[in-house]
């Protein structure tokens, strides 16, 4: 019977996208994919160091798996993602978990069949018996590894080249989400990136138009392309409008990408937005903050002002995009007045929706040691004033389209209620509807899952907190 698989993923689209890509090593090592962690003989953690409450859920999952592989010695744990690439957190797990099977860092995911491959045959009796059998015999070699208890550590601190042609296994038939580079070399003094995904590297056009070609091949009709700066894309003499461009010019319908940093934001990229309909209506835009002087101990090299002219400029471009954003409240230092700014901006800039987070320390950035640190009430206090303006913009952002006919791009049947089938917009919007499927037919019928993947018109009819609601044209 082929051993299954179960994936826990963390953090952002690029961990995602990590996933989908052990998913396709997987799967090519004959593997299958279990449902539940339970049914699993191996379950992988893909970790996010991003915010310090990603840290605790990965291990509260992490103290979940132990009794299972107390029943089952044949369990295996696999731990990958940025966490992994901190030292301190690898001395963790050595200590406090030292049941963990292996460990992989984000630079050599590539090596994950043949890590495991390793941590299969040293975790195999067989295996243990003979080393122990080795240990015994010649005990100036003090082999240790026939002990069970002892993980597989495999994490470079640096980069290699680009590994390229690695499978995947996507999550949506239809849509997909392509790297197109890799690592940032911004150092925002909150954000720990930097040291997790190393320095900036793009892919070649090529390699990304073919595996894009690939894509839309097998039924895909959205991709987002992928990076942490994209806007500081650059392979020879492409840069990211270029790419851009290039993009615009494949099979595909729509076109994402994420994230953007507002000051490489380009007259090239507007011009991108104004005259490339498949780029979607949308842009990811973080702001962070408000206030000029919280800005500049971030590290972001814009101003309020010039953030504020950029989103005029792109709303400009192109009626009817949503710009999107995130925010972070109590940075180390923020006054009433700083905080102030950013609700100020808020107000103006009327974000169509955004993600917002307190300020959480990152061990080894520069914030984390700046010492005048927001006591957690008033960084509480402050979220809860931010969130109430963000929720005003967004439901207003929301009530534009009530009466309008969209274009959606249906992603399934809804988790709760099989004749409920949900999509997106173009500017990122939940839309759900009722598809009852082809007469005589149940909605799980095969006519009726056609829907799925497809484009269809919706006359939105009524505008909910998370989603909108509408009618199958
Ligand atoms: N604390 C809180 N939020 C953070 N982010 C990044 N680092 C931190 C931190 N230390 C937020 C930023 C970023 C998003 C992905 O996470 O807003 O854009
Ligand atoms: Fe982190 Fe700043 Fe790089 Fe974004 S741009 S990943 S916030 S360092």
Redesign the pocket.
């Known amino acids: 019977m082929a051993k299954k698989y179960f994936i826990k993923t963390f953090g952002c689209q690029m961990n995602e996208r990590d996933s989908e890509t052990i998913a396709g090593m997987l799967s090519d090592m004959g593997y299958e994919e279990a449902d539940r962690k339970e049914d699993a003989d191996l379950v992988v953690i893909n970790t996010c160091s991003v915010r310090d409450n990603a840290d605790k859920r990965f291990f509260g999952t992490l103290g979940q798996l132990k009794s299972i592989k107390e029943r089952r010695p044949d369990f295996l744990v696999a731990l990958c993602g940025c966490m992994m690439q901190q030292e301190r957190v690898r001395k963790d797990i050595e200590r406090k978990y030292p049941w963990v099977d292996m460990v992989i860092g984000t630079h050599n995911i590539h090596q994950f069949p043949a890590t495991l491959e390793r941590t299969v045959e040293k975790n195999s009796e067989e295996a243990c018996e003979r080393e122990k059998d080795t240990a015994d015999r010649f005990p100036e070699k003090q082999n240790h590894r026939y002990k069970k208890d002892h993980t597989l550590m495999e994490v470079y601190d640096e980069a290699g080249p680009i590994v390229e042609g690695l499978p995947q296994k996507r999550l949506y038939r239809h849509k997909a989400f392509v790297n197109i580079m890799y690592g940032?070399d911004?150092?925002?003094t909150y954000?720990i990136?930097?040291y997790t995904r190393g320095r900036e590297r793009s892919r070649k056009p090529e390699d990304i138009l073919e595996e894009i070609r690939r894509l839309t091949e097998d039924g895909v009709k959205e991709v987002t392309l992928l990076g942490?700066?994209v806007n500081s894309y650059r392979s020879g003499d492409t840069d990211f409008p270029g790419l851009l461009r290039k993009v615009h010019e494949t099979d595909l319908a729509r076109i994402r990408f994420m994230?953007s940093?507002p000051k490489d934001v380009s007259p090239g990229l507007i011009e991108v937005i104004r005259g490339c309909p498949k780029v979607c209506d949308q842009i990811h835009l973080?702001v962070q903050a408000g206030s000029d002087r919280i800005l500049e101990r971030m590290n972001r090299k814009y101003t309020a002002a010039r953030y504020k002219r950029l989103a005029e400029d792109i709303r400009k471009a192109r009626e009817g995009v949503c710009i999107s954003t995130d925010i972070i409240v109590g940075f180390p230092g923020e006054t009433e007045e700083d905080f102030k700014a950013t609700l100020d901006l808020c107000r103006e800039v009327r974000f169509d929706s955004a993600f917002t987070f307190i300020y959480s320390p990152r061990p080894g950035t520069p914030a984390a040691s700046y010492g005048d640190m927001i006591p957690d009430e008033v960084k509480h206090e402050r979220f809860n004033r931010l969130v109430e303006i963000i929720n005003e913009t967004q439901r207003e952002s929301s009530m534009r389209l009530l009466g309008t006919d969209c274009e959606v791009l249906v992603d399934g049947p809804s988790k709760t209620d099989p004749h409920v089938y949900t999509g997106r917009t173009s500017s990122f919007k939940v839309v759900d509807f009722r598809w009852e499927g082809q007469k005589g037919l149940s909605p799980r019928g095969d006519e009726a899952e056609d829907i799925v993947g497809r484009m269809v018109r919706v006359r939105i009819t009524q505008c909910r907190t998370f989603n909108l609601w509408g009618e199958l044209l």
């Open positions: 940032c911004n150092f925002c954000c990136v930097p942490q700066n994230t940093h973080p």
